[in-house]
């Protein structure tokens, strides 16, 4: 069984910065890609940004330049730095994670329990 654990929302200022840390635990064989995906009142999930267990990163064109994501093969945890927050950025934000928990099982479909982010003056 797996378990992805997040922390680091909260209430920010426009402007501001904010950091989401992600951990995975239980039976992991190999984790393939960690994500963060964001959904915000009325509107569906959408992709953030995604990076690969050899550093490959892809993000939204909403937030490149101001968000960056890092991740700790080792421990097993992904982060999400957000910098000059808008407004928009406001919603309850996801980790997502693609993980082989035995040599013939892989599932892309593991998810955090979401953070809330909002950014207000």
């Known amino acids: 069984q797996v378990q992805l654990v997040e922390s680091g929302g909260g209430l920010v200022q426009p402007g501001g910065s904010l950091r989401l840390s992600c951990a995975a635990s239980?039976?992991?064989?190999?984790?393939?890609?960690m994500g963060w995906y964001r959904q915000a009142p009325g509107n569906q999930r959408e992709l953030i940004a995604i990076i690969t267990s050899g550093g490959s990163t892809t993000y939204a064109d909403s937030v490149k330049g101001r968000f960056t994501i890092t991740r700790d093969n080792a421990k097993n945890t992904v982060s999400l730095q957000m910098s000059s927050l808008k407004p928009e950025d406001t919603a309850v934000y996801y980790c997502?994670?693609?993980?082989?928990?035995?040599?013939?099982?892989?599932?892309?479909?593991?998810w955090g329990q979401g953070t809330q982010v909002t950014v207000s003056s």
């Open positions: 997502n994670a693609d993980i082989r928990t035995t040599l013939l099982v892989r599932k892309n479909d593991y």
């Open positions: 239980g039976s992991i064989f190999s984790i393939y890609a």
